[in-house]
């Protein structure tokens, strides 16, 4: 009698062994290699205020140079700024998309500034579903652009969280894995840092905010994410600038009068650790999360509101993509007028910066031009004077000749 398995949906089967090698063994190595070849995405979304260093943070994480110019700071509302780069080590390929917010933490309400940056996640997992709900999809080579992980920049205040902070990690740990990040951790020291993670996580906790976690469930990592886990929220300096130490090397680092903070020395922040964590090794898991539970939750959602039931097939499908494809045009007549609004504003904005300024100039040159004048009529009247003076003088010259 064989031995049986049951597998993880529960059916039961035997387990055969085999007489010799059949050669499927080398499964994982053609998935590497397949992987190499075919290149992945990597999405990346970084939450924080203006000037927080969210860009400083991506250029030190991934050691490249990026040209996000700094955000305007007079922004009404939340944008999401993107950018994507091919990058390539050890022969895998890398598609990497950064997006950043502008204007978070500024004039907009925090619910408004909250439900923006949702509406970006919910709009990237609904073009995924589009695509998937296509007859003739083309998944392997679709521009994906589903957020597989948020570094959610917290202000190294000591205060703890502010109400738009945990308004905004509550709504977003729904639909993407959030990563939270105290920023610019050299600006408290060692001991308050300690506390004000600890308060972090707190609040997180009491206010039941279910940021991501790195699993734990493969004992190849196992340890390592345990460690890491214990990090959260993981304290990071970021940095531009490299120094060259007495040593002769060169760190990436910033530098006060009373010594450098290197970005990359464990003693000084987790930037190391979170980069472990992030890049090294969890991207699997979080694409992984990304696509097996957060967007299979935003699809269930959403076929369940347009009626579709198990087992649906045919012409509800058909129905359904119908329904779908035409609120989504309706979404994009939507969004061309806020567009349309949006351009027109600040066009006429532009207009009457630019008439004002033109005013400005034209009072500018007016005054300009009176003092020209009086400074004319001055110097005329002093030539009239001395004029004058001379005449008189000839006059009295002549008259005292004639005398003698
Ligand atoms: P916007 O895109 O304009 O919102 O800015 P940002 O959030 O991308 O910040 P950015 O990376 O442009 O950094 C803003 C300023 O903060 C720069 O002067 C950085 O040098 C500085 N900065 C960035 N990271 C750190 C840090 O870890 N510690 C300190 N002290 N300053 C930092």
């Given amino acids: 009698m064989p031995k049986t398995i049951v597998t993880e949906d529960g059916t039961t089967m035997p387990l055969v062994h085999l007489n010799g090698y059949v050669g499927f063994e080398s499964l994982p190595c053609q998935l590497v290699h397949y992987c190499k070849k075919q290149g992945f995405q990597f999405n990346l979304l970084c939450v924080g205020t203006t000037g927080s260093g969210k860009t400083t943070l991506m250029e030190s994480l991934f050691n490249m140079k990026l040209e996000l110019e700094p955000c305007d700071t007079e922004l009404k509302s939340v944008e999401l700024k993107s950018q994507v780069f091919e990058v390539e080590e050890g022969g895998v390929k890398v598609k990497l998309r950064f997006v950043e917010t502008a204007g978070f933490g500024g004039q907009a309400s925090v619910e408004q500034s909250a439900k923006t940056i949702v509406d970006y996640l919910d709009e990237q997992y609904e073009a995924y579903l589009r695509e998937e709900l296509k007859v003739s999809r083309r998944l392997s080579q679709y521009n994906d652009t589903r957020i597989h992980a948020c570094l959610y920049l917290i202000s190294a205040t000591g205060h703890g969280l502010l109400t738009r902070d945990l308004h905004t990690l509550r709504e977003l740990s729904k639909r993407v894995n959030v990563i939270p990040i105290i920023a610019r951790a050299d600006t408290r020291c060692k001991d308050e840092l300690v506390r004000f993670k600890k308060r972090v996580l707190e609040e997180l906790r009491q206010n039941n905010i279910d940021y991501y976690t790195f699993p734990t469930d493969d004992e190849a990592i196992k340890k390592q994410n345990e460690v890491l886990n214990k990090l959260m929220p993981f304290a990071v300096v970021g940095s531009t600038d490299f120094v060259t130490k007495e040593d002769g090397s060169t760190v990436r680092a910033r530098s006060y009068p009373w010594g450098i903070v290197e970005v990359e020395n464990e003693e000084h922040c987790d930037f190391v650790r979170l980069r472990e964590a992030l890049l090294r090794l969890n991207v699997d898991s979080l694409r992984t999360r990304t696509h097996k539970i957060l967007y299979e939750a935003y699809r269930q959602d959403r076929l369940l509101k347009m009626n579709m039931k198990d087992g649906d097939c045919g012409p509800k499908m058909a129905e359904a993509y119908e329904q779908m494809n035409s609120e989504f045009k309706a979404e994009m007549v939507k969004k061309d007028r806020e567009f349309d ?64």
């Fill in 341 to 404: 609004r949006i351009f027109t504003e600040r066009v006429n904005q532009k207009e009457a910066d630019l008439k004002r300024q033109e005013e400005l100039l034209d009072l500018r040159q007016r005054a300009m031009e009176e003092r020209h004048e009086d400074e004319m009529r001055r110097v005329e009247a002093s030539i009239k004077l001395a004029e004058d003076e001379l005449v008189k003088l000839k006059a009295r010259d002549a008259k005292k000749k004639q005398k003698s």
